[in-house]
């Protein structure tokens, strides 16, 4: 069965870097768009970054773009988010999760893994 696993989250000072790992099982991983999501206490899950199949193409949400990186090893079956100048608002617990287009959306998830940004 399907399978994403994250990992990589902890507790990182203002202004510090941290590196999630997201893990793909039981699929192609290489047919798959990917993405990073993120969700706050109290708000809504929010779409971080994406990129295509063949990590040629990426997109950003505003907020993170210039710190955070999104990338991917297809013969790892592995997508990854540097994150850098983490600031306490980026505080969140964050999933990946696949990407088959418009119409099916994002369909796999993971389990989520925790960043906090303190002092």
């Known amino acids: 069965q399907v399978q994403l696993v994250e990992s990589g989250g902890g507790l990182v000072q203002p202004g510090g870097s941290l590196r999630l790992s997201c893990a793909a099982s039981?699929?192609?991983?290489?047919?798959?768009?990917m993405a990073w999501f993120r969700q706050a206490p109290g708000k809504e899950r929010e779409l971080v970054a994406r990129?295509?199949?063949?990590?040629?193409?990426?997109n950003y949400a505003g907020s993170v773009q210039g710190r955070f990186t999104i990338s991917r090893d297809n013969a790892k079956s592995t997508v990854y988010l540097q994150m850098s100048s983490l600031k306490p608002e980026d505080t969140a617990v964050y999933y990946c999760a696949t990407y088959q287009g418009r119409l099916v959306g994002y369909n796999y998830w993971g389990q989520g893994t925790q960043v906090t940004v303190s002092s």
């Open positions: 990129i295509t199949s063949t990590g040629r193409s990426t």
């Open positions: 039981g699929f192609t991983f290489s047919d798959y768009a």
